[in-house]
């Protein structure tokens, strides 16, 4: 069972269009954070929200933190193939003494020219 | 770049042979993570470690064993490999868990035939 389950799993776009990827839990999370991954690469941090209904943007990319803190979304405005990607979201659980950090399962974006 | 280094980069095992990954850090993080990664599936947390000798499971540990003698190394362990553990597998480390951000590994490939 997923703590943190992403939608869409899948995305293909073209280029110009705007998304939004939602990232949902049934428990609370002290932090939510965004990665993007390319292929051979590891996860790379976009953003970090961790105030109940906190807004953060990005160029083109914005960042809600729901206002109970368990849930996020990322909006892409005019989308362009280099935003192709696999975008995650993560939670931070736990006092601060353990710092476990969980993962969704990811969203898929493929943004054609 | 953070100083994170996996080793090796690819593996290939036969099915019941002991495998070691090893994750090293240059940055003196407190905390260090193994992940595994399979499509459709995110990242799910295998071990973590907050502190030298302190490890908790993840998620998915069952058949996993971890390791921390000093705060540059975190070793992970297949016990008995099997073709389930098939996958890639990610090291990342943060200062402050899971409210900071994670500085990922470049990855290592295991497949297990």
């Known amino acids: 069972t997923q703590l943190l389950e992403q939608s869409p799993q899948f995305l293909s776009i073209q280029e110009g269009e705007n998304l939004t990827v939602y990232c949902n839990s049934s428990?609370?999370?002290?932090?939510l954070q965004w990665y993007r991954q390319e292929p051979g690469e590891g996860p790379v941090l976009l953003v970090t929200?961790?105030?109940?209904?906190e807004v953060k943007k990005l160029k083109r990319l914005t960042f809600q933190f729901g206002d109970a803190r368990k849930d996020s979304s990322l909006h892409i405005t005019a989308a362009q193939p280099g935003d192709t990607g696999l975008y995650l979201c993560?939670?931070?659980?736990?006092?601060?003494?353990?710092?476990?950090?969980?993962f969704g399962q990811g969203t898929t974006l493929q943004v054609k020219p | 770049d953070a100083g994170i280094t996996q080793s090796p980069r690819h593996k290939v095992t036969e099915t019941g042979t002991p495998v070691t990954l090893r994750c090293h850090q240059t940055e003196n993080h407190r905390y260090m993570y193994w992940y595994r990664q399979d499509p459709g599936h995110g990242l799910r947390l295998i071990h973590y470690?907050?502190?030298?000798?302190?490890?908790d499971k993840g998620e998915v540990s069952d058949g996993y064993s971890v390791s921390r003698s000093k705060t540059e190394d975190f070793l992970l362990t297949l016990e008995s490999a099997t073709s389930s553990q098939t996958s890639v597998y990610f090291c990342?480390?943060?200062?402050?868990?899971?409210?900071?951000?994670?500085?990922f590994g470049q990855g290592t490939r295991l497949t297990v035939v």
């Open positions: 990342a480390i943060s200062a402050a868990g899971g409210h900071t951000e994670a500085f």
């Open positions: 929200v961790v105030t109940g209904g």
């Open positions: 993560a939670g931070g659980r736990g006092s601060s003494n353990t710092g476990k950090l969980i």
């Open positions: 470690s907050y502190g030298v000798k302190d490890t």
């Open positions: 428990s609370v999370f002290s932090s």
